[in-house]
T-cell receptor
Framework: AQSVSQHNHHVILSEAASLELGCNYSYGGTVNLFWYVQYPGQHLQLLLK??????LVKGIKGFEAEFIKSKFSFNLRKPSVQWSDTAEYFC????????????FGTGTLLAVQP | EPEVTQTPSHQVTQMGQEVILRCVPISNHLYFYWYRQILGQKVEFLVS????????KSEIFDDQFSVERPDGSNFTLKIRSTKLEDSAMYFCASSDPPGSQPQHFGDGTRLSIL
């Protein structure tokens, strides 16, 4: 069965620090990969996605993620976080093909201190 | 930007009662989904719906659950006889055809079973 692991459950950073959130998935076939963000009191919003092509994907708000197929990983990065990045971040995988469902990781709660 | 809207934002129901959660997907989307998130746990897929029928469902989506698109705009999730363990945040999502995801999520309905 497919699964997604996010290694960091709670991350606390100071403003301007660099961020990297880990995401690993287990599925041997072709996958589509996503990072969603949930700001306090808001809905899940798409940060970025990978379907194919360049494994380094750039998203909104200065976020990027790198798909490393050999490591089954899709880590999220941002060089310099801001207080407004405080939110919960979810990695998700879709196996493509006939299934549409997203398999989510447990989420990482990021708190950025001013 | 078009949004997925869900009502109510919070529903409190006695155990054993029926509950209907409502969603208005983005108007030109054709695929609809329900997910749930039990407090402290990951977001879990429940069901996907296309062309007026269920295209995929998880093992969570048992006979107590049903979905319906009663008209051209609404998409509902019904739980016939609620249990305490149904308490969760329920998210509706919609998307264009597969291959051009991502799924767009609503704000969620917090369902509390007493």
């Amino acid at each position: 069965a497919q699964s997604v692991s996010q290694h960091n459950h709670h991350v606390i950073l100071s403003e301007a620090a660099s961020l990297e959130l880990g995401c690993n998935y287990s599925y041997g076939g072709t996958v589509n990969l996503f990072w969603y963000v949930q700001y306090p009191g808001q809905h899940l919003q798409l940060l970025l996605k990978y379907f194919s092509g360049d494994p380094l994907v750039k998203g909104i708000k200065g976020f990027e993620a790198e798909f490393i197929k050999s490591k089954f990983s899709f880590n999220l990065r941002k060089p310099s976080v801001q207080w407004s990045d405080t939110a919960e971040y979810f990695c998700a995988v879709n196996a493509g093909g006939a299934t549409n469902k997203l398999i989510f990781g447990t989420g990482t709660l990021l708190a950025v201190q001013p | 930007e078009p949004e997925v809207t869900q009502t109510p934002s919070h529903q409190v129901t006695q155990m054993g009662q029926e509950v209907i959660l409502r969603c208005v997907p983005i108007s030109n989307h054709l695929y609809f989904y329900w997910y749930r998130q039990i407090l402290g746990q990951k977001v879990e897929f429940l069901v996907s719906f296309y062309n007026n029928e269920i295209s995929e469902k998880s093992e969570i989506f048992d006979d107590q659950f049903s979905v319906e698109r009663p008209d051209g705009s609404n998409f509902t999730l019904k739980i016939r006889s609620t249990k305490l363990e149904d308490s969760a945040m329920y998210f509706c999502a919609s998307s264009d055809p597969p291959g051009s995801q991502p799924q767009h999520f609503g704000d969620g309905t917090r369902l509390s079973i007493l």
